[in-house]
């Protein structure tokens, strides 16, 4: 390990999780997500999570027909962008084999160096469970990055 978290070899930072490695809470891990009222998307979570659904992969359609029905119900810490979701039924579900979305989501600064990525859980690979942002530099984003030219920029 170096002193920015990355393995011996690797020529990028691992991301630091505010989860500590586990799973968000939607997912029966021990995170200690602070409910909120539900809440619709704000701006910036529904422009990551809309950029994000615009990738082609298995599922993407049914989880963007989702977006109009989800609300945040948690925060994963008081000053943390990081936040459970839950999709008000009716809606289509997805079948994707996996938990977290297969889709590439590295986050950079202005400069092109990567400071993290954006995870996107679901609930058993059916609907949207929760957007993280996993970052690797000193200081916890306050903001989800912003999306220019179809790209995750922070900060923004």
């Not at 459970?84 to 079948?95: M, W």
């Not at 469970?129 to 989800?144: G, I, K, Q, S, Y």
Request: contains cysteine; aromatic residues 6%.
């Amino acid at each position: 390990m170096n002193d920015h978290g990355a393995a011996a070899g690797s020529s990028r930072p691992r991301p630091v999780r505010e989860s500590a490695g586990l799973f968000p809470s939607t997912h029966n891990g021990p995170v200690a997500a602070l409910p909120i009222d539900p809440r619709p998307l704000n701006a910036d979570e529904r422009a990551v999570l809309e950029n994000i659904l615009s990738a082609d992969f298995v599922g993407a359609s049914e989880l963007r027909s989702q977006l109009d029905r989800t609300e945040v119900i948690a925060i994963w810490g008081a000053d943390s962008v990081s936040v459970d979701l839950q999709v008000r039924e009716p809606c289509q579900h997805a079948a994707l084999p996996e938990v977290i979305l297969p889709v590439d989501t590295q986050v950079h600064d202005p400069s092109g160096a990567y400071v993290g990525e954006i995870l996107v859980w679901t609930e058993r690979g059916a609907t949207l469970a929760a957007l993280e942002f996993a970052w690797v530099t000193d200081e916890m984003p306050t903001t989800l990055p912003s999306v220019e030219d179809g790209q995750l920029i922070w900060p923004a």
